[in-house]
């Protein structure tokens, strides 16, 4: 019996041993965190990927020059079809975005061409500008339209990565003379909200 009462007293003093003591009274507090993230599109400075004998200066996340040196045939002073470059750009967008291009004068275009004493001769050329960015393609094709826009392309979440730009003069006037000149545009390429 007397081995069954030490059982008893061992496990009896278990339980009051595992019982915490009797604590004063306690209060809780819960903090709340937030914090918000704001929406944010970058675009980094150009780089030249594909030239066409293409130079690019002044790039800036905000704006750059490509200039084309050899896009006229010497011998007939017609534009050599089909020249193409592509700009590269590190794009990151941290939310749902758009994304989009925009001719200002709707063709490489020469300022102040000069005017033609007899015969055809062109004081434009029309260009595809193909963007290429989230695994979408948004294309302008020129035609001569002031501020014509590309196809608007939406990203349906975040995304960073390449955004490639490839111009490629394509005008159905291939043998058609240029006036002598400097031709040129401006194209502006957007990420974030709609352009």
Not at 58 to 63: A, E, L, R, Y
Not at 96 to 121: E, M, R, W, Y
């Amino acid at each position: 019996m007397t081995s069954y009462s030490g059982l008893c007293v061992a496990a009896v003093l278990a339980v009051v041993l595992a019982t915490p003591a009797l604590a004063g009274p306690t209060r809780t507090s819960t903090a709340s965190l937030t914090g918000a993230a704001p929406t944010v599109c970058t675009l980094g400075a150009p780089t030249l990927a594909a030239s066409g004998d293409a130079v690019l200066s002044g790039s800036t996340p905000s704006s750059s020059t490509v200039t084309i040196s050899n896009f006229v045939d010497t011998s007939n002073a017609s534009y050599i079809d089909g020249i193409s470059i592509t700009l590269n750009f590190a794009a990151m967008c941290n939310y749902a975005s758009h994304f989009n291009s925009q001719t200002v004068t709707g063709a490489l275009k020469d300022s102040q061409p000069i005017v033609a004493g007899s015969g055809p001769f062109l004081s434009s050329l029309n260009y595809q500008a193909l963007l290429q960015w989230a695994g979408q393609n948004s294309v302008l094709n020129t035609n001569g339209t002031a501020l014509k826009k590309g196809s608007q392309k939406n990203v349906p979440g975040s995304y960073s990565g390449t955004a490639a730009l490839s111009i490629t003069l394509v005008d159905p006037s291939v043998s058609t003379p240029l006036v002598a000149g400097t031709f040129s545009d401006q194209l502006t390429i957007q990420i974030g909200a709609a352009l």
